[in-house]
């Protein structure tokens, strides 16, 4: 008999949450019931499903009986004290926080890049950060044919990565500003980051910091794609390094990646093959008809696009592209869904 599954969403109001929802109505998971979580002031709030109406629930220890597939998307402290007691009643848990991604147990995956990772997990699989999801899409196919010997990425990441109140924040501060109000009287309660001690304007704007400063003064988003890179592909010896930008487009984000292979051989046609192959990669790339990805035509698109692949003018195996791709889709509730498809063709869902 096939088999059937129930899936919780946990933070089913919030940005990456709605987006999880519309994919769980499209994928081909094959599903039971769905159960939508979030916080007890959102509880009662009812959400359209496939043409039925479910009502989302306060989220409890208990939320997770008879749930086989757990998709969180709630804040780390959220996944740290739920995700346990999802395990503890049977459900396989994809946590699209950072709180889990670089613990030793758990799989940090790219369906695309490191599927045989699953076979590890314990009852949790993490979700990468949804830049590093991109580049990885992007640079895979090149490190498996020629290897990496250094990553240079910079972000333009769009606002709905800091959630829908940044997202409607920059729609008023932008609204202000073209009614005349002065850039150093715009209301800024958000960016660039909640929990850091000022806050600035995004609308008009480019704020090269997202989250907080850390070690040698990269931010931790900067470290998370230092580190997850390292992680999902398996070589600490990758050299990485990222400067992380925060721009005012509601979705999509884009990155200027330059790289250096290791391996004789390569050329700009090859690498451009490599990417139109790639599962979840779209080559857009013709400069004499001016293709190339843009923040605008990445939303609501499942794939990561790649373009602008130029070889370095002075260092013979390095390359530079443009890659772009919807933050909210691939860079969280679609890979999250994905990794849930995965499961399940692999066998690897405890039922």
């Known amino acids: 008999m096939k088999k059937m599954y129930n899936v919780a969403v946990v933070g089913a109001t919030g940005a990456v949450g709605t987006k999880m929802i519309e994919m769980l109505a499209e994928t081909s998971l094959p599903i039971n019931q769905v159960k939508l979580l979030a916080s007890k002031r959102?509880?009662?709030?009812?959400?359209?499903?496939?043409?039925?109406?479910?009502?989302?629930?306060?989220?409890?220890?208990?939320?997770?009986?008879d749930v086989d597939i757990a998709l969180f998307s709630a804040g780390g402290t959220i996944s740290k004290q739920f995700?346990?007691?999802?395990?503890k009643r049977g459900a396989v848990v994809v946590d699209n926080t950072s709180h889990y991604r670089m613990n030793a147990d758990v799989p940090l995956v790219v369906p695309e890049v490191n599927p045989e990772a699953?076979?590890?997990?314990?009852?949790?699989?993490?979700?990468?950060?949804c830049s590093t999801i991109q580049m990885m899409v992007a640079l895979e196919p090149i490190r498996q044919a020629y290897g990496l010997d250094r990553v240079i990425v910079s972000t333009y990441q769009a606002v709905s990565g800091a959630g829908i109140n940044a997202m409607d924040e920059l729609k008023s501060q932008a609204t202000a500003y073209i009614k005349g109000t002065p850039a150093d009287q715009l209301t800024a309660t958000i960016l660039p980051c909640g929990g850091d001690k000022k806050h600035y304007p995004i609308a008009?704007?480019?704020?090269?910091?997202?989250?907080?400063?850390?070690?040698?003064?990269?931010?931790y988003e900067e470290w998370k794609m230092i580190n997850e890179t390292k992680k999902i592909m398996e070589?600490?010896?990758?050299?990485v390094v990222a400067t992380?930008?925060?721009?005012?487009?509601?979705?999509?984000?884009?990155?200027?990646?330059?790289?250096?292979?290791k391996e004789e051989g390569s050329n700009v046609a090859k690498i451009k093959e490599l990417i139109a192959k790639a599962p979840g990669a779209v080559l857009q790339d013709d400069p004499s008809q001016q293709l190339y990805p843009q923040a605008l035509t990445s939303i609501d698109r499942k794939e990561t696009f790649v373009g602008r692949i130029r070889q370095d003018i002075d260092i013979d195996k390095g390359y530079h592209m443009w890659v772009v791709s919807d933050n909210l889709l691939k860079g969280a509730a679609w890979n999250s869904v994905?990794?849930?498809?995965t499961l399940h063709e692999m066998d690897l869902v405890r039922v």
């Not at 959102?42 to 306060?58: D, M, N, P, R, W």
């Not at 699953?118 to 950060?129: D, E, S, Y």
């Open 42 to 65: 959102s509880a009662g709030k009812e959400v359209t499903f496939k043409g039925q109406t479910l009502v989302i629930e306060e989220l409890i220890p208990d939320s997770f009986t």
């Open 83 to 87: 995700a346990p007691e999802a395990v």
């Open 118 to 129: 699953l076979k590890r997990h314990k009852g949790i699989i993490a979700n990468p950060n």
């Open 204 to 219: 008009f704007n480019a704020l090269p910091q997202i989250d907080v400063f850390a070690d040698a003064d990269y931010t």
């Open 235 to 239: 070589d600490d010896s990758i050299k």
């Open 244 to 261: 992380c930008v925060r721009i005012p487009v509601l979705s999509g984000h884009s990155e200027s990646i330059y790289i250096e292979v």
């Open 338 to 341: 994905q990794i849930a498809e």
